[in-house]
């Protein structure tokens, strides 16, 4: 499982923590899935907890909100940082959420991990078993991951697939999966729900932000999965030193809004 150790769950906390995209990212998700309203959330790949903070800043005293990792250390990370009694946090991947608490669910929310997981029909399917009438589900998702969303190629990104080729050799074939929409719809209509919404959100960063994204192992490791672990930071960092770290960048996101049927 890729997101497993305290490599992982250190190094992608001190990022999350010290770099604004994540909060932006979770702002905007918090707000589609009106969470403001909710009593109950369910906060689905929740990794260290910053989605679950920033919940927690919109949610009423009486509300509860339930995070779930397959990683055992962002969950233990994830209690180290969360000590409101509002927040609850298990280990399990998707496949985990029929055995969370008893009791459903009026939002869900997953930020940045929803195309990751091996089966997203399955995942809607647990789901809708653990989501009420008229609940939603927001996640997000990199446009450049969604079939037939356009992308900018930044500069970090050409010169990363260039220290790739020349450490490995190989032609760069560029990141893998593409979430399509229409699979998306069907698959949410066949488990009971509806898309509400699909909107594409642009946050607007700096180079030097996406080089630190990539030295969470988990984000750089299945890009070469042909090198050893510590041949793969120092290619991130000199590919880094081939852009202007102050340069502006664009990052477009889709977020999916998905409202289970009544």
Do not use: K
């Amino acid at each position: 499982m890729p997101w497993r150790g305290w490599d992982n769950a250190e190094i992608y906390d001190r990022f999350v923590r010290e770099r604004p995209i994540y909060r932006c990212l979770n702002d905007w998700l918090v707000e589609r899935a009106e969470v403001r309203e909710a009593r109950r959330v369910l906060d689905l790949g929740c990794g260290t907890g910053a989605t679950t903070e920033a919940c927690l800043r919109v949610l009423g005293p009486e509300a509860e909100i339930v995070g779930v990792d397959a990683s055992p250390e962002m969950i233990a990370v994830a209690r180290a940082n969360v000590a409101d009694p509002r927040a609850s946090f298990w280990v399990g991947g998707a496949g985990g959420i029929d055995r969370l608490p008893d009791g459903t669910f009026d939002r869900a929310l997953s930020n940045a991990a929803f195309w990751q997981f091996p089966s997203p029909g399955a995942v809607l399917g647990r789901l809708a078993s653990r989501l009420g009438p008229r609940a939603r589900f927001a996640f997000n998702v990199p446009a450049e991951r969604v079939a037939g969303r356009a992308a900018p190629v930044h500069p970090f990104q050409v010169a990363l697939a260039r220290e790739i080729e020349l450490a490995t050799g190989r032609a760069f074939a560029g990141s893998p999966s593409r979430l399509d929409e229409a699979a998306v719809a069907a698959l949410a209509a066949e488990r009971g729900f509806r898309v509400a919404a699909a909107d594409r959100l642009t946050y607007r960063g700096t180079q030097d932000e996406l080089v630190e994204l990539m030295t969470i192992p988990a984000m750089i490791d299945p890009l070469v999965p042909e090198l050893p672990p510590e041949r793969r930071e120092p290619l991130v960092r000199r590919a880094g030193r081939r852009v202007d770290p102050a340069e502006p960048v664009e990052v477009p996101w889709v977020y999916f809004v998905l409202e289970r049927n009544p």
